[in-house]
């Protein structure tokens, strides 16, 4: 018996290998064409779709109750729940635009409808102003467009409604399902609401712009290429120089990947315990002339970082002082450290290894020097041989 089922799991191999080239083939069709789109994901917005649906229904009917005239949940809702699980990061499928654009656009559905009898006419304009007016109000979301051709040739039961109908169901289904959409991103550790990560600004208090925004390009530029383009794209402004920006970092690694951390890291680290007086880390900073002092725990790991700024007015435990530290491991790659150290609030980033002990520490000269040195390499600017230190300027 076990020999014949392994024979039959040995055919139907072979005859899965004869296929394989046709299922490859048609398995091009099914790579979502959404920029950072995975299988995870979409089966992750598959059940976030299945269950927000059912149960927004679900409760729909609770609250409702089954002798409701109305729809308990209306169609444009399965178009709603598509954006909200499965690219919950696009502006259209945020709270705002799936509540507030659903129910502009059945008061806009509702409203035309009273005034224009004739249904073509009244579903053409009703989609058309629904556009508009969700666009002055920043609640663009696609579903409302079939939200206000619903309101226009619902039926009888949506026209008797009136103007009850884009508040129940429509804003309540958009309401719940919100919910269930916040519930269900917070469960699988998905942002939602997406919040685009703040432009970096200058933490110096000086309109000069932040140092990593000074070279290459600019918010500005990529106004000017979308201007350029002429097209709408489904992302944000911040988030597409995010991205941007994130690429040249990778693009940077990519060309330098060989230079680690641990290569150009100090080892000789000067720390504090704990348990250590503020006036203590003061005297170490001064001694050594140094911005950033580890603190150590009585395990041994690194607890956090103290400098000059965090021990003003610190006169009790130096714990109470401790910022939280920027830590990287040995193996990574030296220039993904470039955003940290030039945020205008880091001025090191400590060197870890998996237990969290402290192996060494890269500052901004570190760093510098490092991307100094590879410059020389590719035979690219060179330091003028004639600059010497100017008296009486420290650096």
Known sequence: MVRDLLKC??????????FRPVLDRLGEYFVPILAGATLRERLIGCAGAL???ILTGMICDAILGSGAHVPLIVAP??????????VPASPLAQPWPIIGGNTISALVGVTVARFLPDPFLAA??????????MSFTRSL??????????????GPAILSAGYAFPFIPIALNSLLLVLLGVAFHKVSRRSYPHVPVPVAGNTHRTSDLPAMLRVGFRREDIDAALLA??????IDRDDLDRILRRIELQSLVRLHGELTCAEIMSRDVISIPADASPERARM????????????IGDDGRLVGIVGLRELEGA???LIHAVSPAAVASPDEHALKLLPVLTDGRSHAVIIIDAAHHVLGMITQTDLLAAAARLLRHEGGVKPPSDIRPLSGIRA
């Open 124 to 133: 053409g304009v009703g989609v058309s102003l629904a556009i508009l007016v």
């Open 141 to 154: 979301h696609p579903p409302g467009g079939a939200v206000a051709l619903s309101a226009v040739i619902g």
């Open 284 to 295: 170490l900073l001064l001694a050594h002339n140094i911005r950033t002092l580890p603190v």
């Open 51 to 53: 269950l927000g649906v």
């Open 315 to 317: 006169t009790d435990r």
């Open 77 to 86: 809702i399965g178009a709603s729940a598509v954006l909200l699980f499965a």
């Open 229 to 234: 383009l002429n097209e709408t794209f489904d």
């Open 9 to 18: 799991v040995h055919v139907m191999n072979r005859i899965f290998s004869g």
